[in-house]
């Protein structure tokens, strides 16, 4: 009888120390699924790399308490017997993702954790109490192709950075835009992953679909969904007012009719897209002295395309005055005087001059009327008062740019006096003789009388 009462003590002290000595040694997988009294979850279970996924672990009687470790492999065992893949035999796809640590008699824990870089096919995220691999607890994980393109918006003839992962090892990569395959030698690398430059053809404005595919890897591809975008060209890269210009279009609705607009000046005749969204157009340049040039191209879809020129800072070249020179222009009052020059010349064709008459040689400040700008002619006429004078001439092209000041060497005259001075020297002279008329007659008087 006693006999039966120690054994059975000890047989109840054991079951009491259980939970604190630690969970039995667990088979990998072997006690996923609710098996063991352990409940797994991973969602998703597959996606592409990069994938967001949650784990979650109910492990019941097998708390999962001190330091455990995440890793991700292709192998459903990883180096059983080692949380350590740098050790002897361990797994070579096999990386680390996470680690930490559970607090004492913790029964469930969740982890959100990124899908590495991985080969096609089944893969495996692998939970582990340190100096317990054989208790590994593992989670499915099917990894699917997918591919990544660095910019959401392509243009025609652009190049488009694609990057490729989830496919199988070191395998023929084919690319397909539309259906159509492109003529790219690609291959993945070992860890199923590839990165290239692909030429985007000349397709339509909307959205366009890339698949890819493995050689090696049946009944799957990759699909990504891209937007082209229109855009214009225009060559010279630098026109020239009033000469002609060609303004390419790509990736236009197709069949439709565009507007063209230089500096919010509507270009004539717009021309109509081909079925692929190209056109080219030839036009005259519109004269502007706007600070920046912009040229519009929209479609009947609302497909806008901008194209900013850089301005034509080639300046024209200074025109050379001619007369006056030494002159002298009337005797008495202001006088009309005539300005004349040889031309400046500029690759538009086009040059408008600007002349400034002044009493100094800063020409500042400038008196009413002594400024005259946008003259078409190589000659003005101006109204000068009487004075000594100096002028200058400056060349200016439909762009706004402007030549040095071309200036007159000589200084010249117009008038001897002021027509004012002449009024107000007359004007004493009268009240003056005035004056003494009346005296005369006072003394005339006097003498009679």
Known sequence: MRIYLY????????????PVLGPSPVEGQGCAGGKCGITTTLTPNSGPTGTQVSIMIESGTYPLDGKYEIWFSKSATM????????????DPTAVKLAEGWNERLKQSMSLSLSVPQAVN???????????????MINFAFNVTPGLVCKDEKLLPRSTASISGSGFTASDQIQLYIDGEPLD???????SGCFTTSVPVP??????????????????????LRFKISPYIVIEPSIPLAGKSATVSGYGFAPGSEVSIKYDDAVVTSSPTSDKSGRFTYNFTVPETSAGKHTLVATDRAGNMANWELPVENNPPTSPAPVSPTTDRFGVMGGQPVTFTWIGGKDDSGTVLYTVEVADNLNFFPLMPGMRRSGITETSVTMNIEPGTYYWRVQSVDVSGNKSKWALSPYAFQVGLINLWVVAGVSLVLIVIFILLLRAFIQRVRGYYY
Do not use: C, W
């Open 121 to 135: 096919g089944t893969n495996y995220f692998h939970y582990i109490k340190a100096g317990r691999a054989a208790q």
């Open 7 to 18: 054994l059975t003590g000890i047989f109840a002290l054991f079951i009491a120390l259980l």
């Open 79 to 90: 180096a059983v017997g080692s949380s350590d893949p740098d050790s002897d035999g361990s």
């Open 184 to 190: 790219l030698a690609l291959e993945s690398d070992t």
């Open 202 to 223: 000349d397709l339509m404005a909307g959205t366009h679909v890339m698949k890819a595919t493995a050689k090696k890897m049946y009944n799957q591809e990759a699909t």
